[in-house]
C-alpha cells in the first residue's frame, strides 16, 4: 500500500471552499422533499443550456424543449431579426402548446395553436385570433407567449426560469467560463446525439462522470489503460478548478496506452478520443498538466462541456423526479473533410458510445442501494473532489446560500 | 442500398448486402444482432484495406460520393463500428452495460 505521504497530489489552483471531508449524506440523493427544493431553489434560479446555435442556423428555426423539473416546456425559436429568443410554450387562450405533441424541432412562418387556430409570430406575439369579434371584453394588444429569460455564451443557448436572475449568464459561468473562452466550439460540427432515461437521481448520475477512479473497473472492456498508467494505476486527476458552483476536473492520459489497430488508424487520419497525440487548441489543459488527455467541466447545475484535443462532447443530466433522469449526450468534432478524417470520426463515436454502455450501467443499482437506506452516508475521498463539490453546491442553493440569491 | 464498389475493392463486395449502411444507428443495431462472427468477418477483411480505401477516397469530395464510393465509405465506418466488438469487448454488446434497447442513438 502506497504511504499517504506517497500519494499523487492533485493540483488545486483556485480556492477550495470548506466542504469538510465527511462522508456525505445520502437523503439529498432519494429525497422527494429534497427533490422539490431543488426544483425551486436550484433548476428555477440556474442558468440551464437548451442546446446550440448551430441547431438554428435558420430563422423560423425553432426548439421545443421539455424541462420536467420546471414544469415547462420551452419554445427556442430564431426570429426574423435573427435573434434567438424563448418563449413558454403555452397558447394565451386556454393554454394548449403551440407546437405538435412531441415535436423536437423544425422550421416555421410563425406558429398556430393546434386547438382554436390563434396565431403566433416568430417573436412570440398573438397575431391572428379566429372569431376575435367574440371576445369583446378582451384587450389583444401585446398578448404574447410568456417570454423566457435567455442568454448566449460561446454559441451555447441558456435559459434561466427567473425573469431577472441574479447574475447574468456570462458573471454565472465565472472562472471556468474564461478558461473555455478560447476554445474554438464554433468551428466543430455535431456528429452524434445519444439518449437515456435512466431510473436514478440526477445527482448520483452525475457523479458517475466527472471522477475517473472508476474508471479502471467499469472501463475495464474498453478503455481500461486509457489513464490508469502504472505511475498512476488510480487515475488520480492532474488538477481540479473550483469556479463556485461550478468546477472542472483534468483527467491523466497513460502515456504507455498502447492503442488499438482501430484507435491507431484514427489517430494516423484524424484525431480519436482514445489518448494519441495531443492537437492543441486553446482553452485546453488550463492548469498546464503533464501527461493530460482533456478536460471536464460541470456546469452547475446539470450541464457537461468535455474538451479535447479535435472533439469535445456535452452531457445534459435533466431530472424527472427524485427517482428518474434524462441523459442527452452530444458529440462535436472538427469537420472531416476527407474520408480519412470521417472514418476516423467514426472511431472517436464508436469508442465514447461503448464507453456510455459501461458508465450507465452502474446507475440504477446504486440508486436502489441507496433508496435501501441501509447506508446514511457514502464515502468520499480526494479523487472525488467534483462529487463532494456537487453536492456541497446543491446544499447551499437548497439553503437560500447559493450564488443566485 | 447496395451498389458495386469500385474496381480494385471487389473482394469486399461480399460484405455490402450487410454493412453498406449509411447511418450510424444503422450500422449500430446490425452490429448488436449479428453474431459475432459476423463482426470478426468484416474486421479481418477490412483492417487491410482501411487505408487503401481512404486513400482511394481522397480524391473525391465526401459530401458528394458517387454511390459506389459512397458504399465503400459506409463499409470503412462499419469496420470502425465492429471495431470494439472485436478487439476489445469480444461481444457484440458491451459486457455488463447498460440495455442497448433503452440505449437510443439518434443520427
Ligand atoms: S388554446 Fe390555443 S387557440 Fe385555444
Ligand atoms: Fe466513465
Known amino acids: 500500500m502506497t504511504a499517504p505521504e506517497d500519494r499523487l497530489i492533485i493540483k488545486l489552483p483556485t480556492e477550495v471552499p470548506d466542504m469538510g471531508t465527511d462522508p456525505l449524506p445520502i437523503e439529498p440523493y432519494i429525497s422527494a422533499d429534497f427533490f422539490e427544493k431543488e426544483r425551486t431553489q436550484v433548476f428555477a434560479k440556474a442558468w440551464l443550456n437548451v442546446g446550440r446555435v448551430d441547431e438554428i442556423p435558420n430563422v423560423g428555426d425553432y426548439l421545443v424543449k421539455r424541462i420536467e423539473v420546471l414544469n415547462a416546456t420551452i419554445l427556442v425559436v430564431r426570429g426574423k431579426d435573427n435573434e434567438i429568443r424563448a418563449f413558454h410554450n403555452i397558447c394565451v387562450h386556454r393554454g394548449m402548446q403551440v407546437t405538435a405533441a412531441g415535436c423536437e424541432k423544425g422550421n416555421a412562418q410563425g406558429f398556430m395553436c393546434g386547438f382554436h387556430a390563434w396565431v403566433y409570430d416568430l417573436e412570440g406575439k398573438l397575431t391572428h385570433v379566429p372569431g376575435k369579434e367574440y371576445f369583446p371584453d378582451t384587450d389583444f394588444d401585446g398578448l404574447q407567449m410568456p417570454p423566457v429569460t435567455l442568454e448566449i455564451w460561446k454559441g451555447f443557448i441558456f435559459i434561466n426560469d427567473q425573469e431577472k436572475p441574479k447574475k447574468g449568464l456570462v458573471e454565472y459561468l465565472g472562472g471556468l467560463g474564461d478558461d473555455l473562452r478560447g476554445y474554438p466550439f464554433e468551428t466543430f460540427n455535431h456528429i452524434a446525439r445519444y439518449r437515456a432515461n435512466v431510473n436514478v437521481n440526477w445527482k448520483t448520475f452525475i457523479d458517475a462522470f466527472h471522477e475517473a477512479y472508476h474508471v479502471a473497473e467499469v472501463h475495464k472492456n474498453t478503455i481500461p489503460d486509457g489513464c490508469n498508467s502504472p505511475d498512476n494505476p488510480n487515475a488520480v486527476p492532474s488538477s481540479a478548478r473550483i469556479y463556485p458552483p461550478h468546477h472542472a476536473v483534468s483527467v491523466p492520459l497513460n502515456s504507455a496506452y498502447v492503442p488499438t489497430p482501430a484507435a491507431a488508424l484514427a489517430w494516423k487520419f484524424g484525431a480519436s478520443f482514445a489518448p494519441g497525440d495531443m492537437v492543441d487548441l486553446e482553452g485546453l489543459n488550463p492548469s498546464g498538466d503533464d501527461n493530460w488527455w482533456f478536460d471536464i467541466n460541470t456546469l452547475f447545475p446539470n450541464f457537461f462541456i468535455d474538451v479535447g484535443p479535435g472533439w469535445y462532447f456535452t452531457y445534459h443530466f435533466w431530472p424527472v423526479s427524485v427517482d428518474e433522469t434524462h441523459w442527452e449526450m452530444n458529440i462535436y468534432q472538427l469537420e472531416a473533410k476527407t474520408a480519412a478524417e470521417k472514418i476516423a470520426q467514426e472511431h472517436t463515436k464508436v469508442l465514447l458510445r461503448d464507453i456510455l454502455y459501461e458508465d450507465l450501467s452502474t446507475m440504477e443499482q446504486t440508486h436502489q442501494s441507496m433508496k435501501s437506506r441501509k447506508l446514511d452516508s457514502m464515502i468520499v475521498g480526494e479523487m472525488e473532489i467534483a462529487v463532494r463539490h456537487q453536492l456541497y453546491e446543491v446544499m447551499q442553493w437548497v439553503d437560500g446560500k447559493g450564488c443566485m440569491e | ?107
Request: hydrophobic share 45%; proline share 7%; net charge negative.
Open chain 2, 1 to 107: 442500398m447496395s451498389g458495386q464498389l469500385p474496381g480494385g475493392f471487389a473482394e469486399l463486395e461480399a460484405f455490402v448486402e450487410q454493412w453498406d449502411l449509411i447511418t450510424e444507428r444503422e450500422r449500430h443495431t446490425t452490429r448488436l444482432t449479428a453474431p459475432i462472427e459476423q463482426s470478426n468477418a468484416l474486421y479481418d477483411a477490412l483492417l487491410p484495406q482501411i487505408e487503401p480505401i481512404a486513400e482511394y477516397l481522397a480524391d473525391f469530395d465526401i459530401n458528394a460520393l458517387p454511390a459506389p464510393e459512397q458504399s465503400l465509405l459506409n463499409l470503412a465506418l462499419s469496420f470502425m463500428e465492429v471495431s470494439l466488438t472485436v478487439e476489445c469487448l469480444k461481444s457484440p454488446t458491451v459486457p455488463g452495460g447498460f440495455a442497448f434497447e433503452r440505449f437510443e442513438v439518434l443520427f
